[in-house]
């Protein structure tokens, strides 16, 4: 297929047939007659559609001709082995205004409908004065609670100015869905069910107005990406003060566990030589919860001790209120009033956790600073280059030792079965130190581990689902494939993986062969497929991706 084609088969068959319509002149109103569907839901169908497709408006997409039309008409002949019931981690943020007028409530409702459009999230309104927006059904992302409350915001201030405005309130709930998913991503249009939907309008009729009542399963979340809350406030959030989230770093303090030898290579960039002709960078990558940020905060107290010049920044989501957070002043800070200081301040180390949430643009301007200055990116989720230093998995027994200084006081301690418990943990987590802090912390899945039955991952935090889940989404994956695999526990052949999705050797083999790729499957020498990590295997099984 050309390159300049569309890439139809990661459709949704809702926005196929959107597509189709569209091509038949009709406009978004004439789409939600034919199919049944509301405006909003239209609307949000084709920003995804020409999302996909990497247009921006429907001249382009029509423009595509004869070709467009014979691979659309190959793409509508899906089968129902296309759509699969999958289980999604959610969010959902719901909105409710006290007595207002008509006009006010459809003034809320349009602009939680734009909001959720931006995103591919789907917009629900109520019968009565309220509506829903469901984030991560179509892509799941660990910044959705933000995006949340960013939403919420918004909403806020386009009423503010109102006297209707006083009455907004909402909630917002954290859980799973139960939804109709294309077998390679995206919400298929067909179903939808989520408890999270009920729980949080229940938040949101008994908030008081100007408020925002979060779950403590959304505050769980919002630590995926450095957000908190004060400690001992309520799980209240005003809706005219986004700046109520704290950005610093945990105050959870854990001893430092296997990374001497890491700590070790970064001390030797000390050695070099900073009188270079370009600023020098180091860059450490590797997979979200692996310990970069940790090594990037004990770098930067063994640099202090040794009398270096030293700044530690981190970066912030673009959704949060400031780009940086710098650490050891502990202050939020613009790009703008951070850029003249680096360029002048004389320090000669500069420490940057999670650059992964730098734009290029920002990327190019710290590579252009001083050439006596060294740079170094700590926390790139991705390995960029050759150069880069990858972080590996902690080793079992640093794991097993973490895992049982992490578990709750009044968890299981004294019974005698930690040391099996931690076992457990550290065969799960695979090495990473953050999913054996959430395993470990979780209730649940200690009194399962605990049990010796094997159901640990009946009770995964969700949290752990949705930094996996938003791993695995931004693969495009087969999902049909994975759930297979996953109900192996010993992996599968090839043969044995066509045979059970009654599908060619050859489309059986690139799906296998991509997820390789990507990570996720290895292919052992025996010609068996399973999962590289465990985590992968417990969350695609858990979440039942089956057909």
């Known amino acids: 297929m050309p390159q300049s084609s569309p890439p139809i088969s990661n459709l949704s068959p809702r926005q196929r047939e959107i597509l189709e319509l569209i091509r038949q002149g009709k406009s978004n109103n004439e789409i939600a007659f034919e199919l049944g569907i509301g405006l909003g839901t239209v609307k949000q169908h084709v920003v995804a559609l020409f999302r996909k497709l990497k247009v921006s408006r429907r001249t382009m997409a029509l423009s595509r001709g004869h070709e467009q039309a014979s691979l659309l008409s190959q793409a509508m002949s ?107 991503g995206g919400w298929s249009g067909e179903a939808i069910a989520s408890s999270a939907i009920v729980l949080a309008r229940q938040h949101a009729q008994a908030a008081e107005p100007g408020t925002l009542h979060l779950d403590a399963a959304v505050t769980d979340l919002l630590r995926l990406c450095g957000a908190y809350l004060k400690t001992g406030a309520p799980l209240f959030l005003p809706l005219d003060a986004p700046q109520a989230l704290l950005w610093h770093e945990s105050s959870e303090r854990f001893r430092f566990y296997g990374r001497e030898s890491e700590l070790d290579d970064l001390q030797d960039l000390l050695t070099e030589s900073p009188q270079l002709p370009s600023p ?107 150069a880069t230093r990858l972080v590996p998995p902690l080793g079992t027994d640093d794991i097993e030792e973490f895992a049982m200084n992490v578990i709750p006081e009044d968890a299981v301690r004294g019974d005698g079965r930690l040391p099996e418990i931690s076992r457990s943990i550290a065969a799960l987590a695979g090495g990473n130190p953050l999913y054996a802090q959430e395993m470990a912390r979780n209730h649940l899945t200690v009194a399962s581990l605990a049990s010796g039955n094997g159901q640990a991952r009946k009770y995964l935090p969700l949290n752990l689902l949705l930094l996996v889940t938003a791993n695995l989404d931004q693969a495009a994956l087969d999902r049909r494939m994975l759930g297979v695999v996953a109900s192996k526990p010993k992996g599968v052949i090839l043969q044995d993986l066509v045979h059970d999705l009654s599908e060619d050797e050859h489309s059986v083999k690139a799906s296998v062969d991509e997820a390789v790729k990507e990570g996720v499957l290895f292919l052992s020498e025996t010609r068996r497929i399973g999962f590289v990590h465990p985590m992968f295997h417990s969350v695609i099984h858990y979440l039942g991706m089956e057909s």
């Open 78 to 184: 899906f089968s129902p082995s296309e759509i699969i019931l999958q289980r999604r981690p959610c969010i959902v943020l719901s909105m409710t205004m006290e007595a207002v007028s008509p006009e006010a409530l459809r003034t809320m409702k349009t602009a939680m409908a734009i909001e959720a459009q931006e995103t591919s999230d789907i917009f629900l309104p109520w019968r009565a004065s309220g509506c829903d927006v469901i984030l991560g059904i179509e892509q799941a992302t660990e910044t959705a609670p933000l995006r949340a409350l960013q939403i919420a915001w918004q909403t806020a201030r386009k009423l503010a100015d109102t006297s209707s405005g006083n009455t907004l309130k909402g909630g917002l709930a954290a859980g799973l869905a139960v939804a109709s998913m294309h077998r390679r």
């Open 280 to 386: 020098k960078i180091h860059s450490v990558g590797g997979e979200a919860g692996i310990g970069k940020s940790r090594l990037c905060a004990e770098f930067t107290q063994i640099c202090r001790k040794a009398g270096h010049p030293v700044r530690h920044l981190r970066c912030l989501p673009s959704i949060a209120p400031s780009p940086f957070w710098d650490v050891y002043s502990g202050h939020a800070c613009t790009w703008e009033a951070l850029h003249k200081p680096l360029a002048s301040d004389g320090h000669e180390i500069l420490v940057v956790d999670d650059a992964h949430w730098l734009t290029e643009e920002q990327k190019e301007v710290c590579m252009a600073l001083p050439a006596t200055r060294l740079v170094m990116y700590l926390a790139q989720r991705k390995q960029t280059d050759g």
